[in-house]
Each structure stands twice: as structure tokens, then as C-alpha cells.
């Protein structure tokens, strides 16, 4: 990843890790359209291609906030048309992300409100630092989510638990959040990227083929009945069959070694 951004921060570990960080502390790591742009380019490119990164992590900047949402003062004083439009593109960066072959691993470093606890939900999996705090607070200014929440919600917390979350807009703590199925781990704030960064460090040591293949059949097969799901596991699993990393795991196994997987 070569490119340069404004509002994100960009850190590769062991050539095939990478660190995505919001960087907007000042505003609380607010997504403002800068960011939406960015995100959206980020993401894309993965799409064409991985680079050799094989996991992605995303936090904020700093302690406080990993995302407070929609930047409501860049948004203050926006004509419809112009609301309309920005949020079109906030719409194509969450479906970028979500279309991301890559793992994606949220590391939660603080507040995840509004379009911070819908980002939080579009990724795979999560991780909490014990002082964060999520919501969606879309209907206590008028409008609702819109980037992912009244779908990936329910999916992960079941039907009503997320409309009671949606509904009210409270705030819950990052220990419900765990309980909930929103988050897997809840862990002091001065371990949480470490944390996160060691498992995906282990899922990026993994056949990336194979890591690919069963994210998509995960993600894909949710979607169908469970006879399509079934079907199209198995489509997913034959595409593995005549790789080089297939045939490495193997030997691997029975040389009893560590497997070099290529991704080929």
C-alpha cells in the first residue's frame, strides 16, 4: 500500500498485516466526507488486489473514540441535495468494505457511535477495549441508520435486541456489546491492539486462499438457505483442491514442519 491519506493511518506489519487507524482525534475520529473517500479508495483496491496483505486490523486514533459517527458539523448547514449525495458514497464505501476478500478485524478503542457502531458491524469480527461504548443515535437527530446497521444488527444480535438498541438509541457498554454478539473480546485498553494484532497475525500465517474461500462462504451463505449454503461451501471448498498451498499443507503436515503458504 503505497498510497498517501489524510485521514487514515496506514501501518504494515510482517509485510502481509495491516493496520488501518481513523485518524481524526480531534473530531473523535468523526467520518467526515474526506474520510468516506478514503475508505471507499481503501477498500476498493483491495478488491483488485491484496498487495500481500492477507489481514486487515481497523481502530481510531488515541483512546477516546473509535469512531463518533457522521461528522455533524461538517454536515450543519447541508442542503438535502448535498446530504443525499454524501451519504451515496458512505453507502458504496460500506458495501467496499463488506466486499473486502480480506479478513477484517476491528480493534474498538472507544466510542463507536452512530456510523462508528455500523463500521464496527460490517467488519468480521471485533475486539472491545473495556472503556468503549456503542450506539446508534440516528433516530434521537431525526433520521436512522443508514450505513449497514438495520441489517448487520439484527444479524449479529438477533431481531430484538437490535431493534430495542436501534429504537431507544441508548448507549451500551462494550462488556453487553460482548455478551450481545457484537464484540468477541472485552480487554483492558493497553492490551486490546496488541490483542488484535495477535490474531490476525494468526489468521494472516493461515493458506490465504483458503482464509478468503471461507470468509466469502461464511458471509455468501448466510444469505442463502441452508441447502444453497451447503452448495456453495462445497464450490467454495473445490476451488482449494488443485492449489499449491493445498498441496503444502499436506506435506507440511506429514513432515511434520511449519507450511509456507504462498497463495498460490
Known amino acids: 500500500m503505497n498510497a498517501t491519506f489524510e485521514t487514515l493511518g496506514l501501518e504494515r506489519f510482517d509485510d502481509d498485516l495491516l493496520l ?25 483496491r483491495f478488491q483488485l488486489g491484496a498487495d500481500g496483505v492477507r ?63 455500523e463500521l464496527a458491524a460490517a467488519l468480521d469480527f471485533t475486539y472491545a477495549a473495556e472503556s468503549a461504548r456503542f450506539a446508534l443515535t440516528e433516530v434521537t437527530l431525526g433520521i436512522m441508520p443508514g450505513a449497514g446497521g438495520t441489517q448487520n444488527l439484527p444479524r449479529a444480535l438477533g431481531e430484538r435486541r437490535a431493534k430495542e438498541i436501534i429504537l431507544t438509541g441508548l448507549p451500551f457498554t462494550a462488556r453487553e456489546a460482548c455478551d450481545w454478539g457484537l464484540v ?23 493458506a490465504p486462499i483458503a482464509v478468503r474461500q471461507a470468509k466469502q462462504s461464511i458471509h455468501r451463505g448466510l444469505q442463502m438457505s441452508l441447502a444453497d449454503g451447503l452448495a456453495f461451501e462445497i464450490e467454495c471448498y473445490n476451488r482449494m483442491v488443485a492449489t499449491q498451498d493445498r498441496h503444502e499443507g499436506v506435506r507440511a503436515f506429514n513432515e511434520k514442519r511449519k507450511p509456507r503458504f504462498r497463495g498460490e
Open 55 to 117: 489481514a486487515i486490523v481497523v481502530t481510531g486514533a488515541g483512546e477516546k473514540a473509535f469512531c463518533a459517527g457522521g461528522d455533524l458539523k461538517e454536515r450543519n448547514g447541508m442542503t438535502d441535495a448535498q446530504w443525499l449525495r454524501q451519504h451515496a458514497m458512505f453507502e458504496r464505501m460500506l458495501r467496499a468494505l463488506v466486499a473486502c476478500p480480506l479478513p477484517l478485524i476491528g480493534a474498538i478503542n472507544g466510542a463507536a457511535f452512530g456510523g462508528g457502531c
Open 20 to 44: 488501518v487507524r481513523l485518524n481524526r482525534p480531534q473530531a473523535a475520529n468523526a467520518m467526515n466526507t474526506r474520510m468516506g473517500e478514503e475508505l471507499l479508495d481503501l477498500f476498493e
Open 184 to 206: 468477541n473480546r472485552v480487554l483492558p485498553q493497553a492490551e486490546l491492539l496488541e490483542a488484535t494484532l495477535a490474531t490476525a497475525r494468526r489468521i494472516a500465517g493461515n
